[in-house]
């Protein structure tokens, strides 16, 4: 926090020095408090995509990119997915701690019994196309449930804040299952309040009326894990998305939906159905040589989806994980040989062998073995960034609920650099 370090900007042209304060966190860099640099210099600084920003305080989750380490609340991934539920880890990032067992069971209990959503919701999805992409349902939807719940909305009652947050953790696998019957034409299947949060998840999804559906406690375990991986990952695009929608004090539900229209992009949350039409692209593990070529090629569009990170300038943790996952669930599955992960091994192999990736850092990131094993599982490919929203949501929850108590709460109002045209006179229209 506040230390008696400074650093001293000096104006060369005039020679005036500004005094600006450090701030250390408790773990990771130190910031330069810029925030009175504009009233005292006159100037802004000039960062489009944030690469040395920091745009908050946060005490959810680290991110050592250059280590390979996630934490979050100061427990790291790894003991995270070997250990707690997701519903556990909601728990951890909400309230700070992981909670006793009767916490748990409490907060269980809020979740279970916040799954059903309004039977008005579901005329919502008859306007859309069966063919609708799953993610422009999800935006719609998820904004509409303000519409529902006008006793939730104040942001300042501490009680709505959170009925809000256990409504949205609770209803996104509901909408995100009806969002996957919808485009198959197949009916919504309600949720069960004996089954717990992935299980339940799986079982809206992949059953049908007309039998029972069993629930695999392997699959129901990789579910869990998969959405422990992608509950939180500390600013990223979306979550700066949610925290400056939130601080206009827009409702939770639309800030939570654009945090969805944010991720929804390849370059992000997308990446992870990226993945899979490019290893249908490669094809053949022989073709994964000039594959790697069109990714180093500058003049060639082609990216390796799935590979590099803002942050991440070693191994994502969270890949090592679903790599890992891979063999757990196709064995479960008896996918023998599933071509396409022998296509993603190989591949991952030869880039992390050749210079191009090594210099620049570029390793597998979360998005690379997510798509095998939810193809696998059987969702089809529209829906791997559904389900990074399942996830993300309660990151997304947890860091607007920060931000909100956050006593400095103001609008995000990022400044510019002006590069238009200087003033000029209206020419009318007969004389242009
Ligand atoms: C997620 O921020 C988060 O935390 C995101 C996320 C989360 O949990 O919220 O982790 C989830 O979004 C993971 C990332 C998923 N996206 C992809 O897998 C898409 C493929 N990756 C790239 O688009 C890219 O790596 C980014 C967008 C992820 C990062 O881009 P940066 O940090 O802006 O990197 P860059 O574009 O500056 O690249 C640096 C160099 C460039 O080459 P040079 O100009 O130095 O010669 O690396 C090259 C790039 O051309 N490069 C790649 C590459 N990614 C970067 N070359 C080939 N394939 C790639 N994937």
Redesign the pocket.
């Known amino acids: 926090m506040k230390t008696d370090k400074t650093f001293t900007l000096r104006n060369d042209e005039t020679g005036e020095e500004f005094k600006l304060p450090v701030l250390d966190g408790i773990e990771g860099p130190s910031v330069i408090d810029v925030r009175k640099l504009y009233g005292e210099t006159g100037y802004f600084t000039f960062d489009p995509?944030y690469?040395s920003t920091a745009s908050c305080k946060s005490r959810l989750t680290f991110?050592d990119g250059d280590e390979g380490v996630l934490m979050h609340r100061g427990y790291t991934i790894e003991e995270l997915t070997e250990n707690s539920t997701f519903l556990e880890v909601a728990y951890l990032l909400l309230e700070g701690d992981l909670p006793n067992k009767k916490q748990y069971d409490e907060f269980e209990h809020h979740i279970t019994y916040h799954t059903l959503v309004h039977e008005q919701l579901h005329k919502f999805f008859q306007g859309f196309r069966r063919d609708a992409h799953p993610m422009a349902v999800m935006c719609g939807v998820v904004a509409a449930l303000s519409s529902f719940y006008h006793d939730s909305l104040d942001i300042w009652d501490p009680k709505q804040r959170e009925i809000s947050a256990h409504r949205l953790i609770a209803k996104i696998p509901t909408l995100a299952a009806m969002a996957h019957k919808y485009a198959l034409g197949q009916p919504f299947v309600y949720p069960r309040n004996d089954l717990n949060y992935a299980e339940n998840f799986l079982h809206m999804c992949f059953a049908v009326p007309a039998e029972p559906y069993h629930v695999s406690p392997v699959l129901a375990r990789a579910m869990d894990k998969i959405l422990i991986l992608?509950a939180d990952?500390?600013q990223?695009?979306?979550?700066s998305t949610v925290r400056l929608a939130g601080s206009s004090q827009a409702n939770p539900f639309a800030c939570i939906s654009s945090g969805i229209t944010s991720?929804w992009g390849?370059?992000?949350?997308?990446?992870?159905q990226?993945?899979l039409a490019m290893l249908r692209e490669i094809g053949s593990v022989d073709r994964i040589p000039e594959f790697i070529e069109k990714?180093?090629d500058?003049d060639d569009p082609?990216?390796?989806?799935?590979?590099?990170?803002?942050?991440?300038k070693n191994y994502?943790p969270?890949a090592g994980v679903l790599k890992a996952s891979c063999d757990e669930v196709l064995d479960e599955l008896g996918v023998e040989n599933e071509p396409l992960l022998a296509i993603a091994r190989e591949l991952e192999k030869a880039a992390l062998a050749d210079d191009?990736?090594v210099e620049?850092k570029?390793f597998p990131?979360?998005?690379?073995y997510s798509g095998i094993i939810l193809k696998a599982m059987g969702f089809p490919e529209e829906m791997f960034t559904v389900l990074?929203a399942v996830g993300?949501t309660v990151g997304w929850v947890a860091q607007w609920k920060e931000m909100i108590e956050e006593p400095t709460l103001r609008i995000g109002r990022p400044r510019q650099l002006y590069t238009g045209p200087a003033k000029r006179d209206y020419v009318p229209i007969d004389k242009r």
């Open positions: 995509s690469t991110i992608h990952h500390e990223n695009a979306s979550t991720l390849p370059a992000h949350g997308g990446a992870n990226a993945v990714a180093k500058k082609f990216r390796l989806m799935g590979f590099g990170h803002r942050v991440y994502d969270r191009y990736f620049r570029l990131n979360v998005d690379f990074f993300r």
